[in-house]
């Protein structure tokens, strides 16, 4: 088995010397970005948060959610991997100290840079009932997404060019009550533009995916079977 390695790659971030920066993926598909300050036998963690959240938000809100389980930002360079280990759930057996092209990008262009979708995954809904903005009127879905946890979704449109989530849970898991229905908890909009943008940005913000493109049919009974459509399948 190839053992990872944390490639950590040198830029020029306000004014600080000696940083590094890099994305990493933990063991539960979670996508970080981290900015390091090394100084020969210390270590600094000047920023880290989730990339596969809040990628429809700008400035301070895109980069606000950080992992909670991160509570040691100073420590001996010698430590590094022991922190990202037990705190960013993420184990490498080196690091690498590397030079590249992008080492004056902004965070934004790193981030884009690194995280652009070299595949196309399509995001599969059953659509039914009359039409609205080439969409019909109510869309649903079974998916899996990056967690890898399985979700019913049931969107309809609503009025004034929205649409509403009428249901989304997990139906991969019991639970202590007969028939109770848990929302993922990232899931906070009601309302959303009913458009393929909006659905798209619906899905991969709060539900976790990354999706590229959706794809609509009426020919898939998603009642007889509660098998994933799409997603991290």
Same mark, same amino acid.
Request: with cysteine.
């Given at each position: ?10 830029? @020029?971030?306000? %004014? *600080?010397?000696? &940083?590094?920066? $890099?994305?990493? +993926? &933990?063991? *539960?598909?979670? /996508? !970080? ?10 270590? @600094? ?7 596969? #959240? ?33 705190? !960013?759930?993420?184990?490498?057996? %080196?690091?690498?100290?590397?030079? &590249? ?13 690194? @995280? ?17 903005? %080439?969409?019909?009127? #109510?869309?649903? &879905?079974?998916?899996?997404? +990056?967690? *890898?946890?399985?979700?019913? /979704? ?8 929205? %649409? /509403? ?7 991969? #898991? ?7 229905? =848990? $929302?993922?908890?990232?899931? =906070? ?12 940005? !619906? ?29 991290? =399948?």
């Amino acid at each position: 088995m190839k053992k990872s390695i944390l490639k950590l790659e040198a830029c @020029t971030t306000n %004014g *600080h010397a000696n &940083t590094f920066r $890099t994305i990493i +993926k &933990t063991k *539960h598909s979670r /996508v !970080l970005f981290l900015l390091l300050k090394v100084n020969h036998t210390d270590c @600094t963690i000047l920023n880290c948060f989730y990339v596969d #959240r809040n990628q429809c938000k700008t400035g301070a809100e895109r980069y606000c959610s950080k992992p909670l389980k991160l509570q040691t930002f100073q420590f001996k360079t010698d430590d590094l991997l022991s922190v990202i280990e037990t705190e !960013l759930d993420k184990k490498f057996y %080196g690091v690498e100290f590397i030079q &590249t092209e992008q080492s004056a990008y902004s965070i934004e262009q790193y981030i884009q840079f690194k @995280t652009e979708n070299k595949k196309y995954r399509f995001l599969i809904m059953v659509g039914e009932g009359e039409s609205y903005n %080439g969409l019909p009127m #109510r869309l649903r &879905t079974r998916l899996k997404n +990056k967690l *890898h946890r399985s979700i019913y /979704v049931e969107l309809a449109y609503y009025k004034e060019k929205n %649409g /509403v989530v009428q249901q989304c849970y997990y139906y991969d #898991r019991k639970y202590k009550r007969e028939d109770s229905k =848990v $929302t993922p908890r990232q899931l =906070v909009s009601c309302f959303f533009p009913y458009s393929y943008d909006g659905i798209l940005n !619906l899905i991969n913000n709060e539900i976790c995916c990354d999706f590229t493109h959706m794809i609509i049919t009426d020919r898939i009974d998603i009642d007889c079977n509660t098998m994933p459509l799409c997603g991290a =399948v």
